[in-house]
T-cell receptor, first 118, second 118 residues
């Protein structure tokens, strides 16, 4: 099955600096890679996602890159702000092709705790 | 965006009792819902995939007789923790699969249920 590795586990940056979180996946069939932000005690919130037919996607200060050959994808946050402090999870899933299997299920990385110091 | 609700948000129960958690998709129909468990400072671990009208698919290591899942309608899935024990204390989060414009799939998370078994 799919295995997702995420690094680093903790990341501390100064306000205004950039933050990069990297994930690798094992299943070459995976084609959907979302990133979630989870604040303490709250639900994960989807912040950006990318599909395997795209190499890069950007939304304001957040960008995600995907290297299918190397099977890794990264989250880039520029001009970080204190409110960016949270735990970020990457995930990967393979195409959903029918009930009864694990395809289509999100497999999460272990998370990265990002702290942005004012 | 799509809204997923969970009830209750907090449960404190005695060891040996059963606890039912509801997950509802409020503004869309979800043929597939997922149940996750999250221990403190850890990632989300997929417990099972709940398919409307059929049996749930459990991940390896998750006891199906202990964690009963019922997906009786397109908007409701329930997770019942039977004979709960202190080690079952955790944050339980559901998510529902939805389709975006263009047929792409994504998942939306419920707010989570914090279970404390005394």
């Amino acid at each position: 099955g799919e295995n997702v590795e995420q690094h680093p586990s903790t990341l501390s940056v100064q306000e205004g600096d950039s933050a990069v979180i990297k994930c690798t996946y094992s299943d070459s069939a995976s084609n959907y890679f979302p990133w979630y932000k989870q604040e303490l005690g709250k639900r994960p919130q989807l912040i950006i996602d990318i599909r395997s037919n795209v190499g890069e996607k950007k939304d304001q200060r957040i960008a995600v890159t995907l290297n299918k050959t190397a099977k890794h994808f990264s989250l880039h946050i520029t001009e970080t702000q204190p409110e960016d402090s949270a735990v970020y999870f990457c995930a990967a899933s393979s195409p959903f092709i029918g009930y009864g299997g694990s395809q289509g299920n999100l497999i999460f990385g272990k998370g990265t705790k990002l702290s942005v110091k004012p | 965006g799509a809204v997923v609700s969970q009830h209750p948000s907090w449960v404190i129960c005695k060891s040996g009792t059963s606890v039912k958690i509801e997950c509802r998709s409020l503004d869309f129909q979800a043929t597939t819902m997922f149940w996750y468990r999250q221990f403190p400072k850890q990632s989300l671990m997929l417990m099972a995939t709940s398919n409307e009208g059929s049996k749930a698919t459990y991940e390896q290591g998750v006891e199906k007789d202990k964690f009963l899942i019922n997906h009786a309608s397109l908007t409701l899935s329930t997770l019942t923790v039977t004979s709960a024990h202190p080690e079952d204390s955790s944050f339980y989060i559901c998510s529902a699969k939805n389709f975006l414009a263009g047929g792409q799939e994504t998942q939306y998370f419920g707010p989570g249920t914090r279970l404390l078994v005394l």
